[in-house]
């Protein structure tokens, strides 16, 4: 299993607006993250910034899989409006450091 650590950036003032639509994400598309291996995807914000840490099998894959996937894309829609800056599918997450 991976554990990935991803970044992105809201637009300025769309802080409420991307808390209340992550209150609940639609449930053909947790049907579909869960199906292609995701055990846990967490999302942190300081103010603007966003940092997921995805607890998945392999990524690649289910960034494969998710590709035209319509539950994805509708919520890629939903979210890429409030970013600064698409999702960046392809990111190979942020670089590890320092672990203790």
Request: charged share 30%; net charge negative.
């Amino acid at each position: 299993m991976q554990r990935l650590p991803l970044r992105t950036r809201l637009r300025p003032g769309c802080e409420e607006t991307y808390d209340a639509e992550h209150a609940r994400i639609p449930a053909d598309l947790e049907a579909a993250m869960r199906e292609h291996g995701v055990h846990s995807w967490r999302i942190y914000r300081d103010g603007l910034d966003l940092f997921h840490v995805v607890e998945v099998d392999d990524y690649a894959a289910l960034q494969e899989a998710l590709r035209d996937h319509p539950a994805d894309i509708a919520w890629q829609r939903r979210m890429n409006r409030l970013l600064d800056g698409d999702f960046d599918k392809g990111s190979g997450g942020l670089a590890l450091v320092w672990e203790m």
